[in-house]
């Protein structure tokens, strides 16, 4: 069981099993590719540096940049190596405060000379265009060791994520489909999400719109009369790819049908 806080149920019903959060920050970092490095500052003492950073994760997740000694972060790193890195979930539209996010706290320090060329590889992997600059002599590579996570995934969703439990996760086997999942549901099965939140989560909405998805269910943001109520639904089985997901789903509204006639 998740120790870490989470959404209540809206109703009497059990909470429905969900993906821990060290598996949630695990698939937002591994999905995106740009984050806010915030620093000490050298000239403010005591006050935190923004700094937009592109980042790339090594085998244990850790993120990996690619810094010129000119930037003020790099500057303010070598003075002091602690750090965060704030990773948003993107497309979150109108509603940002609904996205997931996660914040990675640690010590931002120079990669080792041993690890330096597996640091290059999976960098430039993720961002090809740093080939042009990457062996300039001003440039390198420092990498966040985070020593604790801080996870929100949206109204009522947060918690601390150990840092061991971070780097044990494996990100979601959905990831990289969700995005497409998501657009096909809410451009064309409005009516069969209303079913399935009115079947499943005992609400009775006019709309709904799915706003995430991972192996063991979705959520939905249902519109309830001037209310906007969130439900967790899980799946019938897990599914860990898009046909699978589309079977399932397929299985589930044919079931609700049946159990509404």
Avoid: C
């Amino acid at each position: 069981m998740d120790k870490h806080a989470s959404r209540a149920p809206a109703n009497s019903r059990p909470a429905p099993p969900e993906p821990a959060h060290a598996e949630r920050v695990r698939t937002l970092v591994e999905t995106a590719s740009t984050g806010t490095l915030s620093t000490l500052s050298r000239k403010h003492p005591g006050f935190p540096f923004g700094s937009l950073m592109p980042y790339a994760l090594d085998g244990k997740g850790r993120p990996v940049f690619l810094i010129s000694n000119m930037a003020m972060h790099t500057q303010n790193l070598r003075a002091a190596p602690a750090a965060s890195l704030f990773v948003a979930q993107s497309g979150a539209g109108e509603d940002p405060l609904g996205a997931a996010r996660a914040t990675l706290v640690g010590l931002a320090q120079p990669v080792s000379a041993d690890d330096e060329a597996a640091a290059r590889e999976r960098y430039l992997a993720r961002h090809e265009n740093s080939r042009y600059w990457v062996d300039f002599a001003d440039f390198s590579f420092f990498r966040l060791e985070p020593v604790d996570l801080y996870y929100v995934g949206g109204f009522g969703v947060m918690g601390w994520v150990d840092a061991a439990e971070y780097a044990r996760a494996e990100a979601d086997p959905l990831a990289s489909a969700a995005p497409a999942i998501l657009a096909h549901m809410n451009a064309d099965h409005v009516e069969a999400m209303v079913l399935l939140a009115r079947v499943h989560a005992g609400l009775d909405g006019t709309s709904a719109t799915m706003t995430s998805v991972d192996r063991l269910g979705f959520t939905l943001r249902v519109q309830t009369g001037e209310d906007m109520k969130a439900a967790r639904i899980n799946f019938v089985r897990e599914a860990r790819s898009s046909p699978e997901v589309r079977k399932v789903l397929v299985e589930m509204v044919r079931a609700a049908e049946a159990s509404s006639s």
